[in-house]
């Protein structure tokens, strides 16, 4: 997966989320389930099961962020392990004076890798 099918996913996950955001500011500080009892009764079924539905869905959706939190999460230590094994620097940048940012150096060259 390339960089750019990420950004779009990280893009695509913002904007649902965002979209929650917003209708869930909308429907004001009423609990879900209370609004849906006081919907009108022919609708009441349909509301059960799309709640049960939207539980399901962010359970799944949990489930998927902490894979997705390991997955980068090894992919950075990887990262780190090959910066520091190629270049013999911490793969951790550090911040100077004036904001920029540098690597430090080790005792630890390519030649001994």
Request: glycine content about 4%; some cysteine.
């Amino acid at each position: 997966m390339t960089s750019q099918q990420l950004q779009q996913i990280i893009d695509a996950k913002r904007s649902k989320c965002t979209d929650i955001e917003r209708q869930t500011l909308a429907l004001g500080n009423t609990p879900l389930p209370e609004q849906a009892r006081s919907a009108d009764p022919s609708v009441l079924p349909e509301l059960e099961q799309l709640h049960t539905s939207l539980l399901a869905k962010a359970d799944q959706a949990q489930e998927y962020n902490a894979v997705n939190s390991k997955i980068v999460h090894r992919s950075q230590q990887s990262v780190r392990d090959l910066i520091h094994l190629i270049s013999g620097m911490d793969a951790e940048l550090l911040s100077g004076n004036q904001g920029q940012t540098m690597a430090s150096a080790k005792e630890t060259a390519i030649a001994k890798a």
